[in-house]
């Protein structure tokens, strides 16, 4: 049976003393969850966050990442610098990247590959606009993302990564897709890693929804099932909210 998965991207938001702070703060909140807890943090608070949740149940994730192992890429992070602190996890492809940083598929892919040569797991992120959407292409368009992203993996790579599903038109917006609409869109995903790497690797696959994620749909969202848990943004800043998401 697939475990819960909830992952709190804090986004550019906390400094490493605010990070120290709410990460205090939420372990006590979480501490006796059978739900996995990741808080993806800013790049300047990792060593913060790493140190905080020694001895705890919450694990730390990165928010962002190069496929280069080293180079002339001014202000990029290497895989390795994120392991060698003690990273486990990598946010690849949010929309805010893909939007505000002119990241794609294709480079998305090339980050993917590059997570599980240093033993990361990637939390890729895909998802719809409001457009899209409206055009009826949806499942389509998240198919194809999800293809593209998880091209020249292997079976047993695939079962160890995360995907979440995030329309975008629901991220920050207040919006939320229905808890039917989500999982239409989860199945599709998961159908989709059916088709191309086996059922036993869309059984294992954890398929997240995010989008606007909050304390008082969580419980419906993950009960849902093709959902394992959630990519959560702002909900993730407030201990008390994030812990009630955590404990779903």
């Not at 501490?31 to 001895?55: D, Q, R, W, Y």
């Amino acid at each position: 049976m697939r475990q819960t998965v909830v992952a709190g991207n804090w986004k550019m938001n906390k400094t490493p003393a605010q990070t120290t702070e709410l990460i205090n703060e939420l372990k006590p909140l979480v501490a006796e969850s059978a739900n996995k807890c990741i808080v993806c943090v800013p790049f300047t608070s990792l060593a913060n966050a790493i140190e905080a949740c020694k001895g705890s149940n919450i694990e730390v994730g990165a928010q962002n990442m190069y496929f280069e192992e080293s180079g002339a890429y001014t202000g990029e992070i290497a895989p390795s610098m994120l392991t060698e602190m003690g990273v486990k996890y990598v946010i690849i492809g949010h929309s805010e990247r893909r939007q505000y940083f002119a990241e794609t598929d294709e480079t998305v892919n090339k980050k993917v590959i590059k997570a599980f040569e240093h033993g990361l797991v990637p939390i890729i992120c895909v998802g719809e606009s409001l457009e899209q959407r409206e055009q009826g292409i949806t499942v389509e368009l998240v198919s194809m993302q999800t293809k593209i992203a998880l091209l020249g993996l292997s079976a047993e790579q695939v079962k160890k990564t995360i995907i979440a599903y995030e329309p975008i038109w629901a991220i920050g917006t207040g919006k939320t897709a229905t808890s039917d609409q989500a999982q239409e869109v989860c199945k599709a995903i998961r159908d989709t890693v059916a088709d191309v790497f086996g059922k036993d690797a869309a059984d294992e696959v954890i398929v997240q929804y995010g989008g606007s994620v909050n304390a008082g749909n969580s419980k419906e969202l993950f009960a849902k099932e093709d959902i394992d848990g959630g990519l959560v943004g702002g909900a993730s800043l407030k201990a008390q909210d994030f812990s009630v998401i955590v404990n779903s």
